[in-house]
Every structure is written in structure tokens, then in C-alpha cells.
């Protein structure tokens, strides 16, 4: 199977040169040519199958340049007892018998990341030698919060990488930057970005593209590649969880066979979503997919109205892993659904960089909406969702995924659409403990990371170890600096 550029589809590569390269030269974001079919009788066989034989099995279908028993030593690693904090991997939860909950926060830094930036690095590594590339890969990342951490958690210490995080200075939770300041590793670099998470990507892409920096780099034997869900090698783990989800409810009789489900997806950079999108493309019986947005909304206009108009106030919100206004993985949706027009995309995606805004026009926004519902939920209804969850079922949970259920219960009394439906739980409540402490009416809020122990105590819920080990672990980056300078920096920590 081969791997194109959404700006231009007569470029193939293989998946190991499309996992390595992470961003097409072009700009555009490599995608699979076509995608491989789950028959029902193959999602009743995996119905029966732990996480990472299913994973195996998915991926398997889109790595066709890599063997099974590689996959499978790359999901038992990836997926095993010392990194997860349950045999699930990925478990869901019934919430009551219309609705299930998607927990993707078992993982050593307890958001969804780990889903994908648990198996990447496994992935990327075979990928160079396949390639026989003998550079060293240099990750760059730009984090809204979550995705930094994970990278750095899943690339620590892999042989012949280095990893780069930059993260808007004034855009992550303190528990967020806590745990990426203290990252252990010989081979990582953290640096806070002035800014918003859209200064911080908008500059990474910026290295990417700059010539007379990637030359330098290969002087020194790095070349650049990304671990942001731009890479091939991070969407494809999560369309595994869809599919175990699938087989999850099938498994448990909570859904018939054949029977459809809606998935609910708290979406920024519309990496998850898009992947449950492509699952769908596989054949798992999925109808609606519910776009849910914080009041960062560029998403829920798009999908009403067909206009991508990032033009618009940005706003520092409780869920801030979704605090975007350029969503990068809607350009692979685009592809898809123009019949994989690359000049269509480029079109698009020009005038985003030139305007900040595009319109795909009526028959583009038909076919959206067929297959699409979107919303969007502010701070005050986030904080009273997760108090409402927490007294009534008492189920904790975190913003984001507050903010998920909360579209999903404005989406059901707009359109009356009683069908089973997955929410999407993309991080621990853990990660979150001021906004979750106030929204259970805890007025006088602990310190520093004695929130994580008061959280606890408060809800009788323990908390995430690697959160627990978060207390007396010392800071080792300081660094900062602007967009502008963003490229002295890379240059001073691969020097
Ligand atoms: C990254 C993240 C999201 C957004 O996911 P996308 O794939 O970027 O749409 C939502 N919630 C949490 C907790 C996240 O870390």
C-alpha cells in the first residue's frame, strides 16, 4: 500500500518512508492510497482478541511493509502492564444503556497521546533502518499540552532519535507543564513558546519548511521528522481503538451485530476524530460522527456552514488540549471527501495560510453534514457537566470529556437520534484538577501538585501514578523563547 501527499497524489511512498518523513515535502499530510475493508466476520473474530492482537490486526492492514510478528512485538511493548494501568488498554465504560464511555487515558502520562505515541516511536525506528536511513531523526513537536508529554514519554532514550517540544508558554495546565519540565530522557529538549498553541505549531511548521535550517541539521546527521497527528504513524494507532471499541460493545451484547453507533470526540487538531472517520472507511458500523468544540469553534462552523474561518478571537478555555484554530487534520478529511482532489487541497489550504479562511462550497458541505454533527460547549457548561456526572453517576471525568457529553446531550435533543453512542474520554480528570475540584464545589483548592492527593481524597477516586510520582521530581528545562527564535534554539540543542 502507498502513501500520497494530500497536495499532490502522484508522489507515492511506502509506509515506512511516509512514517519517517512525518510531513510530505509539499506541506501536505501523507495518506494511505486506499483503505483496507473490515468484514463483519472479521470484527467478530477480533471481538475475541486482547487490545494488541486487534491493534496488530488493524495495523497490519495499512503496514504492509512491515511483518506481523515486528507488530506484534511493537503492541506488547507498547501496550503491555509497566506502560498501561489496565489489561484493557482501552476500555469502555457504560455509562447508561444509550451511551458508553471510551477511556483513552490508561497510559503513562494520561491522556489519549499515549494511544499513538506509545506505538510511534516502535514504529519510526524500524522505519529508518527499513529506509536504511543513517541519520539521526530529530522530532519536533508542538504541544496544546498533552501531545508533549506523551511524545517525550514514548521517545525517551530511543536509540537514534532526539526529540524537541515547544508548548505555549501560557497555553497548558500547571500539572501539563509540571510534567514536561521534569521529563527524564538523555536525548529530549522542552522550550515554552510566547504565545498560543497555534504561535508554537505555526513555528514548527516553519522549521520544517526552512531550508538552509534543515541543511545545517544534516551537516550534524539529524534530519527532521514529527511525532504532531500530522504523522501517518499517529493516526493509524488510534483507528485501533475505534475498531476495539466496536468489538468491545459487540462483546459485552451492549450493541447488536451489524447494529451502528455515533461516536462523540472532543477534537482540536481533528487527529482523533479523523481516525474514528477512517475506521468508519474500514466498515465499522459508525453513523453519526459528533464533532464536539470548546468555544474555540472554528470546527463547529465549518461542518454547518462549509467556511473555515479562522479569523476569530482565540480563547484560553478549561479544556485547553482543544484551545486550536487551525485544525491540520481536517486537510486529510478534505482529501477524502473531494474525491481526492489534491488541487482542491491546495487551494484550500493556501488561502488558510493567505486569508485564514477557505469555503469548499454546497456539495462538499452536503456531504459533510451527511456524515458529521458538531457542537460546541463553554467553560460554565463544562464545569457544570462534570458536577452533574460526578453527583449523578458518580463518574469523574475531565473537561474535554465534559465538554464531549455535553454536545452529545445538545445533539440528542436537537435531532432525537436515540442510537448508541461512544464518547470519546481523552484524558485523566487527574491532568485537571483545579478546573475538576471547583466543578465539584471544592472552593479552596490545594497547591500545586498536593491538588493531585486532594483530589483524591475529595472523591474517593485514586489518582494515576505517574501523576502521584509527579511530587518532588525536579525541574530540568527552563528555556523559553518567541516564534522568531524558534529555529536558534533547535540549532543550540543539537548542537
Ligand atoms: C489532543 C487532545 C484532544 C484533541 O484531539 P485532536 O486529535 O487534536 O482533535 C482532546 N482532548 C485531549 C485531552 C487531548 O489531549
Known amino acids: 500500500m502507498y502513501y500520497v501527499s494530500t497536495r499532490n497524489k502522484e508522489q507515492r511512498r511506502t509506509a515506512a518512508e511516509a512514517i519517517s518523513q512525518g510531513l510530505a515535502p509539499d506541506g501536505g499530510l501523507l495518506t494511505p492510497e486506499v483503505f483496507p475493508k473490515l468484514s463483519q466476520n472479521a470484527l467478530e473474530s477480533l471481538r475475541d482478541m486482547s487490545y494488541q492482537q486487534r491493534a496488530v490486526y488493524v495495523m497490519g492492514a495499512y503496514l504492509d511493509d512491515f511483518t506481523a510478528s515486528e507488530l506484534s512485538g511493537f503492541a506488547d511493548k507498547a501496550y503491555g502492564p509497566d506502560k498501561f494501568d489496565t489489561r484493557a488498554v482501552a476500555p469502555v465504560r457504560a455509562v ?144 485501533v481503538y475505534y475498531v476495539s471499541a466496536y468489538c468491545d460493545l459487540l462483546r459485552d451484547g451492549r450493541i447488536e451485530k451489524g447494529e451502528a453507533v455515533n461516536a462523540c470526540v472532543p477534537t482540536g487538531n481533528f487527529g482523533n476524530i479523523l481516525a474514528a472517520y477512517y475506521a468508519r472507511e474500514m466498515g465499522v458500523p459508525i453513523a453519526k460522527l459528533i464533532c464536539a468544540s470548546n468555544a474555540n469553534n472554528v470546527l463547529t462552523d465549518f461542518l454547518h456552514t462549509g467556511v473555515y474561518d479562522r479569523n476569530r478571537t482565540f480563547y484560553n478555555t478549561l479544556s485547553p488540549s482543544m484551545d486550536i484554530l487551525i485544525s491540520s487534520n481536517l486537510e486529510r478529511l478534505l482529501f477524502a471527501l473531494s474525491g481526492k482532489d489534491d488541487a482542491a487541497v491546495r487551494g484550500y489550504m493556501e488561502q488558510l495560510s493567505a486569508a485564514g479562511r477557505y469555503d469548499v462550497g454546497e456539495a462538499m458541505k452536503a456531504r459533510l453534514a451527511r456524515q458529521f454533527a458538531a457542537g460546541f460547549c463553554g467553560d460554565a457548561r463544562t464545569q457544570d457537566v462534570i458536577g452533574a456526572m460526578w453527583r449523578e453517576k458518580q463518574y469523574l471525568i475531565d473537561p474535554h470529556t465534559a465538554v464531549a457529553f455535553d454536545v452529545l446531550d445538545q445533539y440528542r435533543r436537537e435531532t432525537g437520534d436515540g442510537t448508541h453512542t461512544v464518547v470519546v474520554s481523552t484524558a485523566s480528570p487527574f491532568k485537571f484538577c483545579d478546573s475538576v475540584l471547583s466543578a465539584i464545589g471544592v472552593s479552596r483548592p490545594a497547591q500545586g501538585t498536593a491538588l493531585i492527593d486532594q483530589l483524591a481524597e475529595v472523591t474517593g477516586v485514586p489518582a494515576p501514578a505517574p501523576l502521584s ?20 534554539k533547535v540549532l543550540e540543542l543539537l548542537n
Open 96 to 239: 447508561d444503556p444509550q451511551t458508553s464511555c471510551l477511556e483513552l487515558w490508561h497510559g503513562p502520562t494520561c491522556a489519549f497521546k499515549d494511544m499513538a505515541l506509545q506505538m510511534l516511536p516502535h514504529l519510526l525506528s524500524a522505519s529508518l533502518v527499513k529506509n536504511q536511513e543513517k541519520k539521526t531523526a530529530c522530532i519536533l513537536v508542538a504541544t496544546s499540552g498533552d501531545t508533549g508529554k506523551a511524545a517525550l514519554e514514548g521517545f525517551r532514550d530511543v536509540d537514534r532519535t532526539r526529540i524537541l517540544v515547544f508548548y505555549p508558554k501560557h497555553g497548558v495546565s500547571a500539572i501539563q507543564e509540571l510534567q514536561m519540565v521534569t521529563q527524564e530522557g538523555g536525548n529530549v529538549g522542552v522550550c515554552a513558546v510566547e504565545g498560543n498553541f497555534d504561535d508554537a505549531q505555526t513555528g514548527v511548521k516553519r522549521l520544517f519548511s526552512d531550508p538552509a535550517l534543515r541543511e545545517t541539521l544534516a551537516g550534524r546527521g539529524y534530519f527532521f521528522s514529527s511525532a504532531n497527528s500530522i504523522n501517518w504513524g499517529r493516526v493509524l494507532p488510534q483507528i
Open 469 to 488: 510520582a509527579l511530587k518532588g521530581k525536579g525541574v530540568r528545562f527552563r528555556a523559553d523563547t518567541d516564534q522568531a527564535h524558534m529555529a536558534d
